[in-house]
């Protein structure tokens, strides 16, 4: 029997999938991952919608892929997530979180009291004799947070935390501690991609993109007049049966969205540069099932002007009875990272 496993739960545009691992003495255990589609429109912009459909999906998961435990560390991610990164007095870290509502109010868009609030220190710094702690303030409409729970504990799951979907990307992709190197991780969604920033596993920047794949396919959809279906078949390479004429229509849309996909990218880059000379972007790391567009990655190395590599959240784990084969966990790599990276958040 493993030590210790946990169960990490991504709610996405497209779909949801879950990760269980495993910590024991052999070290971490990828034990089982699964997936399945959603219906257009049950989860929009990473909050569920129709919880209906997310429920009968999330019993389907459970069923199909073998999981067992009911317990699931949940990742939340959209426009009404707020990362900031600011400045506090120094104090223990239980009295600092303690006093977070009386000191973050002029940091965020919404009343204190409607949302769940939380500060990460990356830093002390010291100035004019004073004692501070730099980090990143997070906060979320509770509201939304209690919504996603709520569909997921109907489909008879119990969620026993609620984590921000860029830090468990950190903890699944990004180099390990002790590895000084700073780098940008890119995990690409269907409409919400996360963009966390991280000096040897330590996050000094986080942005959540309300972009991603499903915008590559909206634009064919709409260039060519086809339903999203056959438009997303499209996206993925079935073009034998277009005119030359639609081929390259598909590809001035796929090269428009990439072209803003990238500059938002770019952007943020040159946001966080400008306030972190010391900490110099090294290398790009891409994960996600946006990621997979072909350009994607080539074309945010040219802007860019560093390296982008593949992430792979699986290397490093053991792989125990997962039901999948080498060809299999290789097609899922990339759109592992959110729910190995909630259930180590988990076990860690």
Not at 8 to 18: C, E, I, K, M, Q
Not at 100 to 112: G, K, W
Request: hydrophobic share 45%.
């Amino acid at each position: 029997m493993p030590a210790r496993s946990a169960i990490g739960l991504d709610l996405g545009t497209s779909g949801v999938r879950a990760a269980e691992v495993s910590y024991g003495r052999g070290g971490v255990t990828l034990e089982k991952f699964g997936q399945v589609a959603l219906p257009e429109g049950a989860v929009r912009d990473g909050e569920v919608v129709d919880r209906a459909a997310v429920v009968d999906n999330l019993k389907a998961l459970w069923k199909g892929s073998g999981f067992t435990g009911k317990k699931v560390a949940l990742g939340v991610a959209n426009q009404r997530v707020v990362v900031r990164q600011i400045e506090l007095p120094w104090m223990p870290l239980a009295e600092l979180k303690a006093s977070l509502p009386l000191q973050v109010q002029d940091y965020l868009p919404m009343p204190v009291e409607e949302c769940v609030i939380d500060f990460h220190p990356t830093e002390e710094v010291h100035e004019d004799d004073q004692r501070r702690l730099r980090g990143l303030l997070v906060a979320a409409s509770r509201e939304m947070v209690l919504n996603n729970v709520a569909a997921v504990e109907a489909a008879g799951l119990r969620v026993t935390s609620v984590d921000l979907t860029s830090f468990a990307v950190l903890r699944s992709v990004g180099r390990p501690h002790g590895e000084a190197a700073t780098e940008a991780l890119v995990d690409v969604g269907a409409r919400v991609s996360n963009l966390v920033i991280h000096t040897a596993g330590q996050p000094r920047f986080v942005r959540v993109l309300l972009s991603g794949g499903q915008d590559v396919t909206d634009a064919i959809a709409e260039r060519l007049g086809l339903p999203a279906p056959l438009a997303e078949a499209v996206k993925r390479g079935a073009t034998e049966e277009l005119t030359a004429d639609e081929v390259s229509l598909v590809q001035s849309a796929v090269d428009l969205m990439l072209e803003v996909f990238v500059d938002d990218i770019r952007s943020s880059l040159d946001y966080y540069a400008a306030s972190n000379a010391g900490f110099p972007i090294e290398r790009i790391v891409l994960s996600g099932g946006g990621s997979l567009l072909a350009g994607v990655r080539d074309r945010l190395e040219s802007v860019t002007r560093r390296p982008v590599v593949w992430a792979n959240p699986i290397e490093g784990l053991h792989v125990g009875r997962t039901g999948l084969d080498e060809q299999q966990l290789s097609s899922v790599q990339p759109l592992a990272a959110v729910p190995v990276g909630l259930a180590l958040g988990v076990i860690s």
